[in-house]
């Protein structure tokens, strides 16, 4: 098997036999993923609090794997309507304006009715800081 596998704990994982990251030398593979709340088990309302779910569900993967929303390279974003587009962009934008990934946006339906919008995203994990030998980093 190549690579570290991460998982959320989320029953499509198991459903489907996927994990929601994996992580292949200093890259990361975040799966598709949707404005599933763990805790609750359930699908916020609206398409603004799905799509701020799946920046923290994918901001959470990316933590797992040593990397975070500076170190995407691409993200695509899976929405339902163009409508709810207009809705999201600034939670995109937010989410991307440091890294300014390359950017794919898809118009498609997802794979349950209550799915409003779905995002995957590949990184890059930093490398790490030298240290002197006092301990501080160099840059």
């Known amino acids: 098997?190549?690579?570290?596998?991460?998982?959320?704990?989320?029953?499509?994982?198991?459903?489907?036999?996927?994990?929601?990251?994996?992580v292949d030398g200093d890259m990361v593979y975040v799966s598709g993923t949707t404005g599933f709340v763990p805790e609750t088990g359930?699908?916020?309302?609206?398409v603004v609090a799905q799509c701020e779910q799946c920046f923290r569900n994918v901001g959470a993967a990316l933590g797992q794997a040593g990397a975070n929303f500076n170190h995407m390279l691409r993200i695509r974003v899976f929405i339902a309507s163009r409508e709810e587009f207009e809705l999201i962009k600034p939670i995109i934008k937010r989410h991307c304006d440091a890294a300014r990934p390359a950017n794919t946006t898809i118009?498609?339906?997802?794979?349950?009715?209550?799915?409003?919008?779905?995002?995957?995203?590949?990184?890059?994990?930093?490398?790490?800081?030298?240290?002197?030998?006092?301990?501080?980093?160099?840059?």
Do not use: H
């Open 107 to 139: 118009i498609c339906d997802l794979a349950e009715e209550r799915m409003r919008v779905e995002v995957e995203v590949t990184a890059r994990i930093p490398a790490p800081v030298p240290q002197d030998a006092d301990g501080a980093g160099r840059a």
């Open 42 to 46: 359930e699908f916020p309302e609206g």
């Open 1 to 22: 098997m190549i690579g570290k596998r991460i998982y959320s704990g989320s029953p499509f994982e198991a459903m489907a036999g996927y994990a929601r990251a994996v």
